[in-house]
């Protein structure tokens, strides 16, 4: 059975930095994309940053520049290292797998979901 489970999450002021970690069991995901989306209170989840091989990344217009993604296939673990983060990025994270090497964005194609981990930036 494939699991997924975040970590990392918590409080920090604006300015300040977090990394979420992503521990997938299951099966070996060093194929596949791995995604991290976002949903904030009243906002739509939104995908933030997808990984394929390592020089295949995906960043959204909104972090591009502030968030860094990676894995480590040897340890089923992919990571979202966020550095000056801002109070609008306030939301819970999720970490998710689309299944094959196409890096896609449509959210309803990674179908492997972790429960979230909350990020809050106070400003």
């Known amino acids: 059975q494939v699991q997924l489970v975040e970590s990392g999450g918590g409080l920090v002021q604006a300015g300040g930095s977090l990394r979420l970690s992503c521990a997938a069991s299951?099966?070996?995901?060093?194929?596949?994309?791995m995604g991290w989306f976002r949903q904030a209170p009243g906002k739509q989840r939104e995908l933030v940053a997808a990984?394929?091989?390592?020089?295949?990344?995906y960043y959204s217009i909104s972090v591009k520049g502030r968030f860094t993604i990676s894995r480590d296939n040897a340890k089923n673990t992919v990571y979202l290292q966020m550095d000056s983060l801002k109070p609008e990025d306030t939301a819970v994270y999720y970490c998710?797998?689309?299944?094959?090497?196409?890096?896609?964005?449509?959210?309803?194609?990674?179908?492997?979901w972790g429960q979230g981990t909350q990020v809050t930036v106070s400003s």
């Open positions: 990984i394929g091989r390592v020089t295949s990344t």
């Open positions: 299951g099966r070996t995901f060093s194929g596949d994309i």
């Open positions: 998710a797998v689309k299944y094959g090497s196409t890096l896609v964005l449509e959210e309803s194609m990674y179908t492997s």
